[in-house]
Structures are given as structure tokens and as C-alpha cells.
């Protein structure tokens, strides 16, 4: 590790445990400097907690494993049950560890967003030198500021859901060939008929939703066709995975953080408004869309929003 990152995280230490717990639990604090430090700390640390549950796993299954082997080895007469009781233990162990990583990254991916813009403390001393910040790529002088409008696209939908549905479908009927009892093709049943209204339910909010997000001379406008954010009020631009523990490759969610957040959540109306807080909730950005059935990629729109705004492009 390098004395910058451990220097930030002796400073990230060094700030009071209730500053640090309002900053990984809403991203905010009243000090500017603490603020950016938590901003330079979630930059390094992130890296390092997208390792920690593949760690713990490599650490973890080849004990369970040993364990399980001498269990075997004793010669109970009953290898079923310590089977499925190493199943079980593991199943709990991965999603707890996974579970516990993505709500931290989630923390860290919040404090940046939020925070992006705030400037360094100047150094003081001779010696002292402030971390670099993170890369950031700004809009080019002959970037053309151009309207750019996102839809769904009800195909991906149907792919995705449709897919899901023909594969438990497929499972359905070996279990009917393999004779299997009637509550497994029940639960089998239950999870095709739900794939199919989820897929009914998001085609119907697409063509509710269209488009999506459109962006223009007079700013970004969202869902409900009626609410417009200027670009004046855009303060920062940001993308971050949806799958945390990849960094490159997969779907991305592109987020817009904005002043009074809480205006524009007021502006909105029913579930676009339910949508905005829990966006804001979960990433500090009130301004949000996973590129995954979009015709448009998040990248795409942030180098848009950058180009009318002026404003960077931020990927942790």
C-alpha cells in the first residue's frame, strides 16, 4: 500500500466515528475537509472491498471443504445431511459476505457522487502534497452539444424476462419427465407466471415512460414528460456499474446530482417521485437510469450531459 492511501486512511480514521457514520450512511458532513477526505478514502478503498468477499471465499471453501472431508471420513452412515448442511452454510456465507461488500460499495459509490465536487484543502507546509484526484474526462472544445433522448427498449425486455421464463419452463419439464411432485411444478409454475407479469408490467411502464430521459438545450428532462432540470442545477456526472464487484463490462447507471435534490423529487408526482427518493436514498442523485434495456448507453448520455454542462464525467 502507498504512504498517500495509507496516509488517507489514517485521516479517514481520524475523523470523528459519528462524522464517519453520517458520511457512509448519507454522504454529507458539515466539514468541507472531511468530506474530502472520505472522497479521496472511497476512491482507494473501493477497489479493496470488491476483493474482500472473494478473499473471504478463498478462505472459506477450502475449510468448509476439510471439515466436510473429515466429516465424511468418520464414517457417520449419513453423508446427505453434512452435505446439505455445507450447502447451506455456504449459500448463507456468500450472500453474507457479498451482501455486507455491496451495501459498503454502495456507501462509497454515495459519498463520491455527492461529494465529486468538492475541492481539496490547500496544503499546508513546504513538504505537503494533496492526493490527485481521480481521472475525470471533460467535454472536448468540439464536442457538438446535441438533443439526445433515451428510450426502452421493449426487445431487451422481452429477451431478458422472456428468456428467464422459457428456462424455468425447460426445468419445469424435466421435473414433470423425471416425475417430480406437484409442489415442485407448483413453485416452478408460480416463478414462470411471475417472469411474465414482470415482463407485462415493465412494457407497460416503458411505453408509459417514453422516453425515458431526454436531454436538450433547456436541460434534462425526466419520466413524467413535465419536470425539466436546467443544466445550471446539474453539479455533478457520474457512472457506476450496477454489478459493484465488476469494474469494467456489464450494465452501468449513469446519476445526475443536482442542488435541492428535494425539489426535484417534490416536482415529481407518484412513482416517478418514489423513484427519485429511493435513487437519491440509495446513490445521493436524484437523477438516474440503468442502461441495461435502454437503446442508450449510460456513457453515452454522461459524455451528452458533460458536453452541455462542462462538467466532467466521474467513474469510480
Known amino acids: 500500500m502507498s504512504d498517500q492511501a495509507d496516509d488517507l486512511r489514517a485521516r479517514w480514521r481520524s475523523l470523528e466515528p459519528s462524522v464517519r457514520k453520517e458520511l457512509l450512511r ?7 475537509e472531511a468530506r474530502w477526505i472520505a472522497v479521496y478514502y ?7 472491498v470488491r476483493r474482500k468477499p472473494w478473499i473471504a471465499l478463498g478462505v472459506f471453501v477450502p475449510a468448509a471443504g476439510a471439515v466436510l ?14 452435505i446439505i448442511a455445507a450447502l447451506a452454510l455456504l449459500i448463507a456465507f456468500t450472500v453474507g459476505v457479498f451482501g455486507a461488500a455491496y451495501t459498503r460499495l454502495i456507501a462509497l459509490y454515495r459519498i463520491i457522487t455527492v461529494n465529486d465536487h468538492i475541492p481539496p484543502p490547500r496544503a499546508e507546509g513546504a513538504g505537503s502534497e494533496s492526493p490527485a484526484a481521480p481521472a475525470a474526462a471533460g467535454p472536448s472544445p468540439s464536442e457538438r452539444k446535441e438533443r439526445l433522448v433515451v428510450r426502452v427498449v421493449p426487445r431487451k425486455l422481452v429477451v431478458f424476462f422472456g428468456g428467464i421464463a422459457l428456462a424455468l419452463a425447460a426445468l419445469a419439464s424435466l421435473a414433470l419427465v423425471s416425475r417430480a411432485g406437484w409442489p415442485t411444478l407448483a413453485v416452478y409454475a408460480w416463478l414462470i407466471g411471475l417472469m411474465l407479469l414482470l415482463l407485462g408490467t415493465t412494457l407497460v411502464q416503458a411505453r408509459r415512460d417514453d422516453p425515458l430521459m431526454a436531454l436538450g438545450e433547456d436541460g434534462v428532462t425526466l419520466p413524467d414528460g413535465r419536470t425539466t432540470v436546467p443544466w445550471t442545477r446539474v453539479t455533478g456526472i457520474t457512472v457506476v456499474p450496477v454489478n459493484a464487484f465488476r469494474r469494467h463490462g456489464g450494465s452501468r447507471a449513469l446519476l445526475l446530482t443536482v442542488d435541492e435534490p428535494e425539489r426535484v423529487v417534490a416536482d415529481l408526482g407518484g412513482r416517478h417521485a418514489r423513484t427519485a427518493r429511493r435513487s ?3 446513490f445521493g442523485a436524484p437523477v438516474s437510469f440503468v442502461d441495461r434495456f435502454t437503446d442508450t448507453t449510460a456513457h453515452a448520455v454522461a459524455s451528452a450531459a458533460s458536453a452541455w454542462t462542462g462538467l466532467p464525467v466521474r467513474e469510480p
Not at 42 to 48: H, P
Request: net charge positive.
Open 26 to 32: 448519507t454522504g454529507h458532513a458539515s466539514d468541507s
Open 42 to 48: 472511497a476512491q482507494r478503498e473501493i477497489a479493496r
Open 69 to 82: 472431508g473429515s466429516v465424511l471420513l468418520a464414517g457417520t452412515g449419513r453423508t446427505a445431511v453434512p
Open 280 to 282: 437519491l436514498a440509495t
